[in-house]
Structure formats: C-alpha cells, structure tokens
C-alpha cells in the first residue's frame, strides 16, 4: 500500500513538473508583435510596427509633427515594406517613393528591432535606433544604395496582442 502511494505521488508530480514546465517555457518562448516606440529627444516623433495586422500583413508607420508615413495613399507615394530577421533580431525598412516626380530619391526608414520574449510579462521596455537615409535618386553613379543621414535614439515598448 505503501509502494503504490508512493508511485501515484511521483506520477502525480511529475506531471504536475511537466504541466509547470511547460506553461514556463511556453511564456519564456511568447514574442511581441506590436512596438511602439518614441524619439528620446521628442515624443511628437512615433514609430509603430506590427508584425501582422488585421490584413495579416506587417504594419509599419512614422508619425511627426510634420507628415505621417505609412503605406497611405498609393496615389501619391509607393510605400515598401521589408522585414529581415538576423540573429540579434529583426530589421524592419519602409521605403518611401514620390510618385511623378523625377530624379527624387526615395527615402528609407530602418528600425532596429533585438530579440525579445516577453516571459510572463504583458509588455517589455528597451531603447533601439532608427536609421533614415536615401536611397537611388539624384545620386551619380555609381550609385550610392544608401545614405544614412539622421539616427534617432528610441524608447520602445513591445507587447503581444491578438489580431
């Protein structure tokens, strides 16, 4: 009687370590899908990206004071969207292009996403960089591919939400 208690209480906690384990790693493994980040030096200037959308595509834009960019009006812009996954992260680029205007380059905006999971938490803190630049235009050849000209220091929030 003894042995069989004994044999159901280690069945009964092994399953109990598994059952735990697994909702641990499965918590440690949760991936944001949506960041929101802010210029350090001007909160006005916000950039969002989330992995998928309720289109079920990524969703990438800049507001600012100034204009807001986003994949808009395909009358006058034409707006790509590249997602590049390395070890240390993600790269996400939105290429901005005028439309009927010669010779003008386009303009490229590149977030600096690192690897982050989430754990038990429902949303992580962490600063990343933005990188602006131009692409092709005006430029003389050889052709410079990109020019960063402006860097900006972010603060981020990433968080997983179900679309």
Known sequence: MKKAAF???????????TV????????ASVQPNMYTCQDVTNPDYVV???????????????????????????????????????????IVSGVVTPKYIADVPSRVYSLVIPGIYLGDH???????????????GFMPAPAVYQQITEIKDLTCTAQKVLF
């Open 48 to 90: 969002g990206f989330s992995a998928t959308s309720w289109l079920g595509t990524p969703d990438f834009s800049i507001t600012n004071e100034f204009e807001n960019i986003a994949p808009g009006d395909p009358a006058k812009v034409l707006f790509s969207l590249d997602v590049a996954t390395t070890p240390l992260g993600q």
């Open 7 to 17: 044999i159901a209480a280690m069945i009964a906690a092994q399953i109990a370590y």
């Open 122 to 136: 429902k949303q992580a803190e962490f600063t990343t960089k933005l990188l602006i630049g131009y692409n092709g």
């Open 20 to 27: 735990i384990f697994a909702n641990a790693a499965f918590a």
